[in-house]
């Protein structure tokens, strides 16, 4: 079993910025992708960005450029960092992981951007 407790999630006007944070515990050796997910109100969830183990980073189209994933492997937490958020960047965002082949996930945090 794995733990994911995202935090960080605020309200904020457009074009500031915000970081998520996500700590991991529980059988977390052998992890290798830690991830973000967001889900808006009445849409599916979608994917937002991944980082491995080593350090490599993959974006959707939509937040290439200005949001950045790192991670912590001490601390086993990774981060989202948030910057020149828009309206549409609303919602509740979720930590993301697999191991064992198994996916797991945080309870969420909202992150709302008033326009």
């Known amino acids: 079993q794995v733990q994911l407790v995202e935090s960080g999630g605020d309200l904020v006007q457009a074009g500031g910025s915000l970081r998520l944070s996500c700590a991991a515990s529980?059988?977390?050796?052998?992890?290798?992708?830690m991830g973000w997910y967001r889900q808006a109100p009445g849409n599916q969830r979608e994917w937002v960005a991944v980082?491995?183990?080593?350090?490599?980073?993959n974006y959707a189209d939509s937040v290439k450029g200005r949001f950045t994933i790192s991670r912590d492997n001490a601390k086993n937490t990774v981060y989202l960092q948030m910057n020149s958020l828009k309206p549409e960047d609303t919602a509740v965002y979720y930590c993301w992981t697999v191991g064992a082949g198994r996916q797991y996930w945080g309870q969420g945090t909202q992150v709302t951007v008033s326009s």
């Open positions: 529980g059988s977390i050796l052998g992890i290798n992708v």
């Open positions: 980082i491995t183990i080593g350090g490599s980073t």
